[in-house]
């Protein structure tokens, strides 16, 4: 292998662990989830679409500042 094919490798690998990290998150916090609706008082209304994709990608990115170890 040459040594752009090595780069893009180690490239890659970090997205795939920041995607991980994300996934592992968002599943534990609920980040982008749909609210769930129930009777009594509720803070807010329900976020549009658009903010729970903007939330994932916001995520996203400090993921992988993490994980390249560019601080978050």
Known sequence: MDATNVASLGARRNEDIALDLLKFIAGTTGVGRAAIPSTGFSGSAAPKPEEHVGQ????????????????V
């Not at 994932?56 to 601080?71: D, I, M, T």
């Open 56 to 71: 994932l990608l916001e995520l996203y990115g400090r993921c992988l500042k993490a994980v390249e170890g560019k601080g």
